[in-house]
């Protein structure tokens, strides 16, 4: 059974920095691309970034570039996201995605964890 | 990509059709899924690749077009079919999704 449990989350204040943690089970990690997505409270789905299965290729939406960093470590099948920066905008429910072969959606997904950017 | 979705919202009854919408800004492949959210839930998969539906999703789910317009089309509508429904596509490494149709069955 697939299995995507993110951890991380915490209430920091703007400008802090947190990062977030995604184990992957079920799975042969290291087969494929991962990805973060984000919700807003009361919100839509917002792609916020992702990373081939090699980490040779990461790409991140306008609004993080610069300030997130996605990485993975295909030994410990985890994912990660680092944030920098925070703004009180990334509060939001993050969620890690694993993306079908052949880019076929993301097929599976965690169950989130809150970030909170507060003073 | 902006993916434009339509109606944002939609009332129907238990076993009516719903036709939802996505309009994207440009065309760049055919990379287009279709995603089912409940209340306190992750998104579902339910269609990639535009008409491919994912395991384990029934047949009264479809999804169509090309180009720049898509669309998810549900028939015998149930009462847990209430949700919310996002389109997303991908150009290059960029993905995008659309806003969501809140699909009400009552």
């Known amino acids: 059974e697939v299995q995507l449990v993110e951890s991380g989350r915490g209430l920091v204040q703007p400008g802090r920095s947190l990062r977030l943690s995604c184990a992957a089970s079920?799975?042969?990690?290291?087969?494929?691309?991962m990805h973060w997505v984000r919700q807003p409270p009361g919100k839509g789905l917002e792609w916020v970034s992702g990373?081939?299965?090699?980490?040779?290729?990461?790409a991140y939406a306008d609004s993080v570039k610069g300030r997130f960093t996605i990485s993975r470590d295909n030994a410990k099948n985890s994912l990660y996201l680092h944030m920098n920066s925070l703004r009180t905008e990334d509060t939001a429910l993050y969620y890690c995605a694993k993306e079908g072969l052949t880019g076929g959606g993301f097929d599976y997904w965690g169950q989130g964890t809150l970030v909170t950017v507060s003073s | 990509i902006v993916l434009t979705q339509s109606p944002a919202t939609l009332s129907l009854s238990p076993g009516g059709r719903a036709t939802l919408s996505c309009r994207a800004s440009?065309?760049?492949?055919?990379?287009l899924a279709w995603y089912r959210q409940k209340p306190g839930q992750a998104p579902r998969l339910l269609i990639y690749d535009a008409f491919t539906r994912a395991t384990g999703i029934p047949a009264r789910f479809s999804g169509g077009g090309s180009g720049t317009d898509f669309t998810l089309t549900i028939s015998s509508l149930e009462p847990e079919d209430s949700a919310v429904y996002y389109c997303?596509?991908?150009?290059?490494?960029?993905?995008?999704f659309g806003q969501g149709t809140k699909l009400e069955i009552k």
């Open positions: 990373i081939s299965w090699d980490s040779d290729t990461t």
């Open positions: 440009q065309s760049d492949s055919s990379y």
């Open positions: 997303q596509q991908r150009s290059n490494w960029l993905y995008s």
């Open positions: 079920g799975f042969t990690f290291d087969d494929y691309a």
